[in-house]
Protein backbone atom coordinates (compact mmCIF):
# COMPACT_ATOMS: atom_id res chain seq x y z
CA UNK A 1 0.00 0.00 0.00
CA UNK A 2 1.47 3.66 -0.88
CA UNK A 3 1.71 6.25 1.99
CA UNK A 4 3.13 9.77 2.11
CA UNK A 5 5.71 9.55 5.06
CA UNK A 6 8.66 10.79 6.87
CA UNK A 7 11.13 8.98 6.53
CA UNK A 8 12.05 8.09 9.42
CA UNK A 9 8.47 6.91 10.20
CA UNK A 10 8.67 4.80 7.13
CA UNK A 11 11.77 3.05 8.77
CA UNK A 12 10.29 2.47 11.88
CA UNK A 13 7.55 0.93 10.08
CA UNK A 14 9.39 -1.49 8.92
CA UNK A 15 11.23 -2.27 11.69
CA UNK A 16 8.17 -2.90 13.43
CA UNK A 17 7.26 -5.68 10.96
CA UNK A 18 10.82 -7.10 11.61
CA UNK A 19 9.24 -7.83 14.88
CA UNK A 20 12.68 -7.05 16.62
CA UNK A 21 12.43 -8.73 20.43
CA UNK A 22 14.58 -5.99 22.21
CA UNK A 23 15.29 -2.40 21.09
CA UNK A 24 17.66 -0.36 22.39
CA UNK A 25 18.82 3.58 21.59
CA UNK A 26 19.77 6.86 22.81
CA UNK A 27 17.77 9.87 20.71
CA UNK A 28 20.34 11.84 19.06
CA UNK A 29 19.85 13.81 15.76
CA UNK A 30 18.53 13.35 12.92
CA UNK A 31 17.47 9.46 14.47
CA UNK A 32 15.46 10.44 17.05
CA UNK A 33 11.84 10.25 15.46
CA UNK A 34 12.76 6.91 14.02
CA UNK A 35 13.12 5.68 18.10
CA UNK A 36 10.23 7.64 19.48
CA UNK A 37 8.29 5.97 16.73
CA UNK A 38 9.36 2.38 18.02
CA UNK A 39 8.84 3.75 21.79
CA UNK A 40 5.63 4.67 21.01
CA UNK A 41 4.67 1.49 19.20
CA UNK A 42 5.94 -0.48 22.47
CA UNK A 43 3.85 1.78 24.94
CA UNK A 44 0.74 0.94 22.90
CA UNK A 45 1.12 -2.34 22.39
CA UNK A 46 1.55 -1.95 18.78
CA UNK A 47 4.71 -3.73 19.08
CA UNK A 48 5.37 -6.76 21.39
CA UNK A 49 9.38 -5.61 21.97
CA UNK A 50 11.26 -4.65 25.12
CA UNK A 51 12.32 -1.28 24.52
CA UNK A 52 15.49 -0.26 27.19
CA UNK A 53 16.00 2.87 27.66
CA UNK A 54 19.56 3.82 28.64
CA UNK A 55 21.70 6.37 29.50
CA UNK A 56 24.07 6.31 26.54
CA UNK A 57 25.05 5.37 22.80
CA UNK A 58 27.53 3.41 24.05
CA UNK A 59 24.68 1.34 26.43
CA UNK A 60 22.08 1.23 23.89
CA UNK A 61 24.47 -0.91 21.45
CA UNK A 62 25.78 -2.72 24.98
CA UNK A 63 22.46 -3.90 25.47
CA UNK A 64 21.53 -5.11 21.86
CA UNK A 65 24.54 -7.33 22.13
CA UNK A 66 23.81 -8.93 25.16
CA UNK A 67 20.21 -9.34 24.09
CA UNK A 68 21.91 -10.62 20.82
CA UNK A 69 23.88 -13.29 22.41
CA UNK A 70 20.64 -14.25 24.34
CA UNK A 71 18.79 -15.28 21.28
CA UNK A 72 16.85 -12.23 20.51
CA UNK A 73 16.39 -10.33 17.38
CA UNK A 74 17.30 -6.64 18.44
CA UNK A 75 17.32 -3.40 16.76
CA UNK A 76 18.84 -0.18 17.93
CA UNK A 77 19.89 3.36 15.52
CA UNK A 78 22.15 6.55 15.69
CA UNK A 79 24.52 8.82 14.15
CA UNK A 80 27.61 10.70 14.25
CA UNK A 81 28.92 11.24 17.63
CA UNK A 82 26.38 8.64 18.77
CA UNK A 83 28.04 5.99 16.82
CA UNK A 84 31.46 7.28 17.43
CA UNK A 85 30.78 6.22 21.34
CA UNK A 86 29.97 3.00 20.17
CA UNK A 87 32.98 2.16 18.77
CA UNK A 88 34.34 -0.15 20.69
CA UNK A 89 30.76 -1.98 21.01
CA UNK A 90 30.58 -2.07 17.00
CA UNK A 91 34.09 -4.22 17.07
CA UNK A 92 32.12 -6.39 19.83
CA UNK A 93 29.28 -7.12 17.70
CA UNK A 94 31.07 -8.18 14.53
CA UNK A 95 34.05 -10.21 16.30
CA UNK A 96 30.90 -12.48 18.87
CA UNK A 97 29.19 -12.99 15.24
CA UNK A 98 25.73 -11.28 16.46
CA UNK A 99 23.19 -10.21 13.76
CA UNK A 100 22.30 -6.62 15.46
CA UNK A 101 20.93 -4.23 12.75
CA UNK A 102 21.25 -0.72 13.48
CA UNK A 103 20.02 2.16 11.54
CA UNK A 104 22.53 5.20 10.73
CA UNK A 105 20.83 8.43 9.63
CA UNK A 106 24.54 10.04 8.15
CA UNK A 107 25.61 13.01 10.24
CA UNK A 108 29.21 14.80 9.83
CA UNK A 109 31.36 14.30 12.98
CA UNK A 110 32.46 16.87 14.98
CA UNK A 111 34.49 19.05 15.59
CA UNK A 112 33.26 21.58 14.29
CA UNK A 113 29.76 20.12 15.48
CA UNK A 114 27.70 19.57 12.75
CA UNK A 115 23.91 18.13 12.89
CA UNK A 116 23.70 18.41 8.69
CA UNK A 117 24.31 15.53 6.56
CA UNK A 118 27.36 13.60 5.15
CA UNK A 119 28.91 10.23 5.55
CA UNK A 120 31.67 10.04 7.29
CA UNK A 121 30.06 8.31 10.72
CA UNK A 122 29.49 5.27 8.89
CA UNK A 123 32.55 4.99 7.10
CA UNK A 124 34.69 5.39 9.92
CA UNK A 125 33.16 2.23 10.83
CA UNK A 126 33.69 0.43 6.96
CA UNK A 127 36.47 -2.02 8.99
CA UNK A 128 34.62 -3.25 12.06
CA UNK A 129 33.11 -5.98 10.15
CA UNK A 130 29.84 -4.43 9.57
CA UNK A 131 27.51 -4.95 6.47
CA UNK A 132 27.21 -1.54 5.50
CA UNK A 133 23.87 -0.63 3.24
CA UNK A 134 23.22 2.54 1.72
CA UNK A 135 19.40 3.87 0.25
CA UNK A 136 19.23 6.37 -2.44
CA UNK A 137 15.87 7.26 -1.24
CA UNK A 138 13.39 6.61 1.57
CA UNK A 139 11.71 3.24 -0.90
CA UNK A 140 15.20 1.86 -0.51
CA UNK A 141 15.86 3.11 3.32
CA UNK A 142 13.02 0.92 4.24
CA UNK A 143 12.75 -2.27 1.95
CA UNK A 144 17.03 -2.43 3.25
CA UNK A 145 16.11 -3.01 6.89
CA UNK A 146 14.72 -6.42 5.42
CA UNK A 147 17.57 -7.09 3.75
CA UNK A 148 19.76 -6.09 6.25
CA UNK A 149 17.89 -8.47 8.72
CA UNK A 150 17.90 -11.37 5.99
CA UNK A 151 21.41 -11.72 5.24
CA UNK A 152 22.53 -10.81 8.76
CA UNK A 153 20.82 -14.00 10.47
CA UNK A 154 22.03 -15.89 7.66
CA UNK A 155 23.50 -18.77 9.26
CA UNK A 156 26.76 -18.79 6.88
CA UNK A 157 27.38 -14.86 7.83
CA UNK A 158 26.33 -14.02 11.07
CA UNK A 159 27.30 -10.43 11.14
CA UNK A 160 25.68 -7.17 12.23
CA UNK A 161 24.75 -4.83 9.80
CA UNK A 162 24.02 -0.83 9.06
CA UNK A 163 21.17 0.36 7.01
CA UNK A 164 22.73 3.83 6.02
CA UNK A 165 20.41 6.66 4.79
CA UNK A 166 20.67 10.48 4.43
CA UNK A 167 19.92 12.76 7.71
CA UNK A 168 17.23 15.35 6.96
CA UNK A 169 17.63 14.47 3.27
CA UNK A 170 15.91 11.63 3.81
CA UNK A 171 14.91 11.42 7.71
CA UNK A 172 12.84 14.11 7.50
CA UNK A 173 11.67 14.14 4.00
CA UNK A 174 7.99 13.14 3.20
CA UNK A 175 7.99 11.08 0.35
CA UNK A 176 5.66 8.06 -1.39
CA UNK A 177 6.39 4.64 0.03
CA UNK A 178 5.26 1.17 -0.91
CA UNK A 179 4.92 -0.27 3.11
CA UNK A 180 4.52 -3.91 3.45
CA UNK A 181 2.25 -5.82 5.41
CA UNK A 182 3.03 -7.92 8.49
CA UNK A 183 1.82 -10.94 6.76
CA UNK A 184 3.85 -10.37 3.54
CA UNK A 185 7.06 -9.40 5.92
CA UNK A 186 6.70 -12.47 8.20
CA UNK A 187 7.08 -14.69 4.49
CA UNK A 188 9.89 -13.14 3.66
CA UNK A 189 11.84 -12.83 6.95
CA UNK A 190 11.08 -15.82 9.29
CA UNK A 191 11.25 -15.65 12.97
CA UNK A 192 15.02 -15.31 14.41
CA UNK A 193 16.65 -18.44 15.30
CA UNK A 194 19.57 -18.12 16.65
CA UNK A 195 23.02 -20.75 16.23
CA UNK A 196 24.20 -20.37 19.16
CA UNK A 197 23.03 -18.18 22.45
CA UNK A 198 23.63 -17.72 26.24
CA UNK A 199 21.78 -20.45 28.15
CA UNK A 200 22.68 -22.09 32.16
CA UNK A 201 21.27 -25.58 30.18
CA UNK A 202 24.43 -25.29 28.21
CA UNK A 203 26.65 -23.04 28.62
CA UNK A 204 29.46 -21.12 26.63
CA UNK A 205 31.21 -18.06 26.35
CA UNK A 206 31.24 -15.48 23.53
CA UNK A 207 33.91 -12.75 22.98
CA UNK A 208 37.08 -14.47 25.42
CA UNK A 209 40.26 -13.94 25.27
CA UNK A 210 42.02 -15.35 22.27
CA UNK A 211 46.21 -15.35 22.53
CA UNK A 212 48.11 -14.72 19.37
CA UNK A 213 47.59 -18.60 18.44
CA UNK A 214 44.21 -18.08 17.59
CA UNK A 215 43.03 -14.35 16.97
CA UNK A 216 44.30 -14.26 13.84
CA UNK A 217 41.46 -16.81 12.73
CA UNK A 218 38.59 -15.43 14.43
CA UNK A 219 39.42 -12.05 12.10
CA UNK A 220 40.03 -13.97 8.94
CA UNK A 221 36.33 -16.06 9.80
CA UNK A 222 34.74 -12.56 9.65
CA UNK A 223 36.73 -11.58 6.52
CA UNK A 224 35.46 -14.72 4.83
CA UNK A 225 31.78 -13.88 6.35
CA UNK A 226 31.72 -10.46 5.10
CA UNK A 227 33.02 -11.67 1.53
CA UNK A 228 29.90 -14.98 1.50
CA UNK A 229 27.63 -11.78 1.99
CA UNK A 230 27.87 -10.66 -1.54
CA UNK A 231 26.10 -13.86 -2.63
CA UNK A 232 23.27 -13.80 0.12
CA UNK A 233 22.69 -10.09 -0.58
CA UNK A 234 21.84 -10.81 -4.15
CA UNK A 235 20.00 -14.17 -3.38
CA UNK A 236 17.83 -12.37 -0.50
CA UNK A 237 17.29 -8.65 -2.47
CA UNK A 238 16.41 -11.04 -6.30
CA UNK A 239 13.82 -12.78 -3.75
CA UNK A 240 12.70 -9.40 -2.19
CA UNK A 241 12.26 -8.41 -6.13
CA UNK A 242 10.28 -11.79 -6.86
CA UNK A 243 7.92 -11.40 -3.93
CA UNK A 244 6.86 -7.23 -3.72
CA UNK A 245 7.98 -6.27 -7.50
CA UNK A 246 11.46 -4.04 -6.21
CA UNK A 247 14.47 -6.20 -7.03
CA UNK A 248 17.73 -5.55 -4.71
CA UNK A 249 20.02 -8.64 -6.14
CA UNK A 250 22.49 -6.07 -7.53
CA UNK A 251 24.90 -4.74 -4.68
CA UNK A 252 25.52 -1.43 -7.54
CA UNK A 253 23.21 -0.18 -9.85
CA UNK A 254 24.15 1.64 -12.77
CA UNK A 255 22.16 4.40 -14.60
CA UNK A 256 23.00 5.53 -18.32
CA UNK A 257 26.48 3.30 -18.33
CA UNK A 258 25.86 1.81 -21.19
CA UNK A 259 27.71 4.24 -23.34
CA UNK A 260 28.96 6.58 -20.94
CA UNK A 261 32.35 8.29 -21.28
CA UNK A 262 32.33 9.73 -17.92
CA UNK A 263 30.70 7.42 -14.65
CA UNK A 264 29.64 9.15 -11.68
CA UNK A 265 30.47 6.83 -8.53
CA UNK A 266 28.32 7.95 -5.71
CA UNK A 267 26.21 6.23 -2.73
CA UNK A 268 23.25 7.42 -0.86
CA UNK A 269 20.46 10.53 -2.22
CA UNK A 270 22.80 12.20 -3.92
CA UNK A 271 22.38 9.65 -6.53
CA UNK A 272 19.20 11.40 -7.51
CA UNK A 273 20.65 14.64 -8.08
CA UNK A 274 23.11 12.83 -10.08
CA UNK A 275 20.51 11.27 -11.99
CA UNK A 276 18.58 14.61 -13.05
CA UNK A 277 22.13 16.39 -13.87
CA UNK A 278 22.46 13.53 -16.09
CA UNK A 279 19.88 13.85 -18.12
CA UNK A 280 20.29 17.57 -18.37
CA UNK A 281 23.99 16.62 -19.71
CA UNK A 282 22.62 13.86 -21.96
CA UNK A 283 20.07 16.60 -23.78
CA UNK A 284 23.44 18.73 -24.35
CA UNK A 285 25.41 15.65 -25.51
CA UNK A 286 27.70 14.84 -23.17
CA UNK A 287 27.87 11.05 -22.61
CA UNK A 288 27.89 10.83 -18.62
CA UNK A 289 26.43 7.89 -16.44
CA UNK A 290 26.30 6.86 -12.71
CA UNK A 291 26.90 4.14 -10.89
CA UNK A 292 25.13 4.18 -7.39
CA UNK A 293 27.08 1.98 -4.37
CA UNK A 294 24.53 0.67 -2.36
CA UNK A 295 26.40 -2.34 -0.65
CA UNK A 296 29.64 -0.37 0.73
CA UNK A 297 30.43 -3.70 2.92
CA UNK A 298 31.13 -6.20 1.53
CA UNK A 299 32.53 -3.82 -1.32
CA UNK A 300 31.39 -4.97 -4.89
CA UNK A 301 35.06 -5.12 -6.40
CA UNK A 302 34.02 -7.47 -9.31
CA UNK A 303 30.72 -5.48 -9.70
CA UNK A 304 32.57 -2.61 -9.63
CA UNK A 305 35.16 -3.23 -12.38
CA UNK A 306 32.55 -4.82 -14.61
CA UNK A 307 30.25 -2.03 -14.48
CA UNK A 308 33.71 0.82 -15.34
CA UNK A 309 36.13 -1.16 -17.05
CA UNK A 310 34.59 0.89 -20.59
CA UNK A 311 34.06 4.00 -19.69
CA UNK A 312 37.15 6.98 -20.07
CA UNK A 313 37.15 8.46 -16.91
CA UNK A 314 35.86 7.86 -13.19
CA UNK A 315 34.52 10.56 -10.93
CA UNK A 316 33.77 9.35 -7.25
CA UNK A 317 31.55 11.58 -5.89
CA UNK A 318 32.94 11.32 -1.84
CA UNK A 319 30.59 12.46 0.97
CA UNK A 320 33.41 11.62 3.49
CA UNK A 321 37.12 11.85 3.27
CA UNK A 322 40.09 9.43 4.71
CA UNK A 323 41.77 12.28 5.99
CA UNK A 324 45.76 12.40 4.75
CA UNK A 325 44.29 10.22 1.12
CA UNK A 326 41.50 10.64 -0.11
CA UNK A 327 37.81 9.59 0.10
CA UNK A 328 37.34 6.34 1.27
CA UNK A 329 34.87 5.02 -1.86
CA UNK A 330 37.41 6.26 -4.27
CA UNK A 331 40.02 4.40 -2.92
CA UNK A 332 37.98 1.23 -2.79
CA UNK A 333 37.30 2.21 -6.77
CA UNK A 334 40.73 2.78 -7.06
CA UNK A 335 41.49 -0.87 -6.45
CA UNK A 336 38.47 -2.45 -8.12
CA UNK A 337 39.94 -0.94 -11.52
CA UNK A 338 43.76 -1.70 -11.06
CA UNK A 339 45.14 -2.61 -14.13
CA UNK A 340 42.29 -1.20 -16.29
CA UNK A 341 44.44 2.24 -17.30
CA UNK A 342 40.84 3.92 -16.43
CA UNK A 343 41.59 7.06 -14.39
CA UNK A 344 39.38 7.58 -11.16
CA UNK A 345 39.35 11.13 -9.48
CA UNK A 346 38.04 11.99 -6.55
CA UNK A 347 35.78 14.77 -5.11
CA UNK A 348 34.82 15.25 -1.89
CA UNK A 349 31.88 16.99 -2.07
CA UNK A 350 28.87 18.31 0.43
CA UNK A 351 30.75 17.54 3.81
CA UNK A 352 28.64 19.00 6.72
CA UNK A 353 25.63 18.95 4.54
CA UNK A 354 26.55 21.69 1.90
CA UNK A 355 24.19 21.28 -0.58
CA UNK A 356 24.90 19.87 -4.27
CA UNK A 357 23.01 21.08 -7.03
CA UNK A 358 22.97 19.98 -10.60
CA UNK A 359 25.30 22.41 -11.26
CA UNK A 360 27.57 21.23 -8.79
CA UNK A 361 27.11 17.70 -10.88
CA UNK A 362 27.90 19.34 -14.24
CA UNK A 363 30.92 21.24 -12.67
CA UNK A 364 32.28 17.74 -11.40
CA UNK A 365 32.46 16.56 -15.03
CA UNK A 366 33.77 19.25 -16.72
CA UNK A 367 36.77 19.27 -14.00
CA UNK A 368 36.96 15.54 -14.59
CA UNK A 369 36.89 16.06 -18.60
CA UNK A 370 40.12 18.23 -18.20
CA UNK A 371 41.58 15.66 -15.85
CA UNK A 372 40.94 17.78 -12.71
CA UNK A 373 40.23 15.74 -9.59
CA UNK A 374 41.77 14.46 -6.18
CA UNK A 375 40.16 17.69 -4.40
CA UNK A 376 37.48 19.42 -2.44
CA UNK A 377 34.77 20.39 -4.47
CA UNK A 378 32.87 23.67 -3.77
CA UNK A 379 35.82 24.85 -1.36
CA UNK A 380 35.28 28.63 -0.30
CA UNK A 381 38.89 30.33 -0.72
CA UNK A 382 38.01 33.14 1.33
CA UNK A 383 37.61 31.67 4.47
CA UNK A 384 40.72 29.49 4.04
Avoid at 32 to 60: G, K, Q, R
Avoid at 232 to 238: E, F, L, P, T, Y
Avoid at 359 to 377: H, N, P, Q, S, T
Wanted: with cysteine.
Amino acid sequence: MMEFMEGSHAVAHAVKYCRPQVIAAYPITPQTHIVEALADMVANCHLDAEYITVESEFSALSACLGASAAGSRVYSATTSQGLALMFEVCFNCAGMRMPVVMSIVNRALGAPLSIWNDQQDSISLRDSGWLQLYAEDNQEATDLHYLAYKVAEDRNILLPAFVCFDGFILSHTYEPVDTLTQEQVDRYLPAYRPLHRLDSEDPMSFGMFASPDYYMEFRYQIDKAQKDAAQVISRAGKEFGEMFGRDYSEMVEGYRLEDADCALVAMGSICGTAKDAIDEMRRDGKKVGLLKMRTFRPFPEKEVRSALSGVSRVAVLDKNISLGAKGAVALEVKDALYGTQVPVLDYIIALGGRDVRKKDIRGVVEMAEKGKGDLFYGLRQEVL
